[in-house]
């Protein structure tokens, strides 16, 4: 059962535009909250985070807006640039005391951003 | 670079192989990992290691056994694998295991194929 998910497999989006991103998810003991990107051949690296007593977070060009009632968070890019094509991973941690490393991750979003 | 360097970068083995999969980060980082992820699926939590400590079999099979000699170096001993187990297998590493919002570094992954 996934606790995770990102419905949408692949997004494509004229550069400039806004990327939006979702994610849902089903257990209310999430916390926190974190995007990765990931390249071909790399290793995803971290992107944004939120924490549950926030609804939004902004880094530059990215946003994440977390809606608790709805179990629903989504990452905004504004431009959107041909460099931001990557598989984005939305990812979510349980606060269980000593044991909150443990991530749960959804199964990724292939952005394409089209010159 | 992200500071975590995984080596062999792709790997074809048979099903009665042995064969090791090696991590090594440059971080100062005292927490290792190894992710799983199939395709389609979402990254799967498979070991964890603080301090070169065990902290973490998320029920993986014990034809994947992890080594972790020192908090710099992570590896995976692989024997007797199905075809099911193909998949990019990914360390990553972070400072410390909880207290805080620990990102997760990871490397570029192992694709492994086993016929």
């Known amino acids: 059962d996934q606790q995770v998910k990102q419905n949408s497999p692949s997004l494509s989006v004229q550069e400039g535009r806004i990327s939006i991103l979702n994610c849902d998810y089903t257990?209310?003991?999430?916390?926190?909250f974190l995007w990765y990107k990931k390249y071909p051949a790399e290793g995803p690296t971290f992107l944004i985070s939120?924490?549950?007593?926030?609804d939004k977070n902004e880094d530059g060009r990215f946003t994440v807006f977390l809606n608790k009632s709805a179990k629903h968070l989504s990452l905004h890019i504004v431009p959107s640039q041909p460099g931001d094509s990557a598989v984005y991973f939305c990812?979510?941690?349980?606060?269980?005391?000593?044991?909150?490393?443990?991530?749960?991750f959804g199964k990724g979003t292939l952005l394409t951003v089209n010159p | 670079e992200t500071g975590v360097t995984q080596t062999p970068r792709h790997l074809v083995m048979g099903m009665t192989n042995k064969k090791s999969l090696k991590c090594e980060q440059h971080?100062?980082?005292?927490?290792m990992y190894w992710y799983k992820q199939s395709a389609k699926k979402p990254l799967e939590l498979m070991f964890v290691?603080?301090?070169?400590?065990?902290?973490e079999n998320n029920s993986v099979p014990s034809r994947f056994s992890p080594e972790c000699p020192n908090s710099s170096h992570l590896f995976l001993h692989l024997h007797t694998l199905q075809p099911e187990d193909s998949a990019l297998y990914l360390c990553?590493?972070?400072?410390?295991?909880?207290?805080?919002?620990?990102?997760?570094?990871f490397g570029s992954g192992t694709q492994l194929s086993v016929l």
């Open positions: 257990n209310s003991m999430f916390d926190y």
């Open positions: 939120i924490s549950s007593i926030k």
């Open positions: 971080l100062g980082h005292n927490a």
């Open positions: 990812a979510a941690r349980v606060n269980s005391g000593g044991s909150n490393y443990k991530l749960t």
């Open positions: 990553a590493s972070s400072l410390t295991l909880g207290g805080g919002r620990e990102k997760l570094f």
């Open positions: 290691y603080n301090f070169k400590e065990q902290t």
